[in-house]
T-cell receptor, first 114, second 112 residues
Framework: KAGVTQTPRYLIKTRGQQVTLSCSPI?????VSWYQQTPGQGLQFLFE???????NKGNFPGRFSGRQFSNSRSEMNVSTLELGDSALYLC?????????????FGPGTRLTVL | GDSVTQMEGPVTLSEEAFLTINCTYT??????LFWYVQYPGEGLQLLLK?????DKGSNKGFEATYRKETTSFHLEKGSVQVSDSAVYFC???????????FGAGTILRVKS
């Protein structure tokens, strides 16, 4: 089974721009979660989507948004980029939402904001 | 809110040395506990997990025991290898399993 894939792997943007990151979950997985990893704040939960609905949301400003498609693929969007948005964005999938099911992580998209 | 505290690194060991990375948590109820490992340039991989008190998770020679009384989940390995060099994250799953809460991560460097 193919793992979680994320595209692009690397991205460079300038302040004020917007960016869209993509995540394809493992086949059959319907839950997709997004995390931000930075040296200062560590790994922080952004949001989770299940069956095209946002189920949970972390403590991030409204500039961070996401969506999920009927094939479970997910995108996250960051508008009006700030320098502090530079981070590794990780996507994780699992078969369903909630419970103790293992989350499988993708390799991440490294976003650099100049 | 829920939180995870793990020992700061980097931890530098010689090959075949004994490894302990401390992890303690604060949470509502009895969360599931995890250790994830991140190799350079890669995402996170689940190393082991424990879902209830006194459970011992183990994988690839690594072990951790869920200690409710000390709210701890320390990672141990009897004999580390150079290939174990990575960043190790302790995490808990919040009540309901809605998200993972991670510790800051511990860099492990193993020298030959």
């Amino acid at each position: 089974k193919a793992g979680v894939t994320q595209t692009p792997r690397y991205l460079i943007k300038t302040r004020g721009q917007q960016v869209t990151l993509s995540c394809s979950p493992i086949s059959g997985h319907r839950s997709v979660s997004w995390y931000q990893q930075t040296p200062g704040q560590g790994l922080q939960f952004l949001f989770e989507y299940f069956s095209e609905t946002q189920r949970n949301k972390g403590n991030f400003p409204g500039r961070f948004s996401g969506r999920q498609f009927s094939n479970s693929r997910s995108e996250m969007n960051v508008s009006t980029l700030e320098l502090g948005d530079s981070a590794l964005y990780l996507c994780a999938s699992r078969p369903t939402s909630g419970g103790n099911a293992e989350q499988f992580f993708g390799p991440g998209t490294r976003l650099t904001v100049l | 809110g829920d939180s995870v505290t793990q020992m700061e690194g980097p931890v530098t060991l010689s090959e075949e040395a004994f490894l302990t990375i401390n992890c303690t948590y604060t949470a509502t109820g009895y969360p599931s506990l995890f250790w994830y490992v991140q190799y350079p340039g890669e995402g996170l991989q689940l190393l082991l997990k424990a879902t209830k008190a006194d459970d011992k998770g183990s994988n690839k020679g690594f072990e951790a025991t869920y200690r409710k009384e000390t709210t701890s989940f320390h990672l141990e390995k009897g004999s580390v290898q150079v290939s174990d060099s990575a960043v190790y994250f302790c995490a808990l799953s919040d009540l309901g399993g809605n998200k993972l809460v991670f510790g800051a991560g511990t860099i492990l460097r193993v020298k030959s």
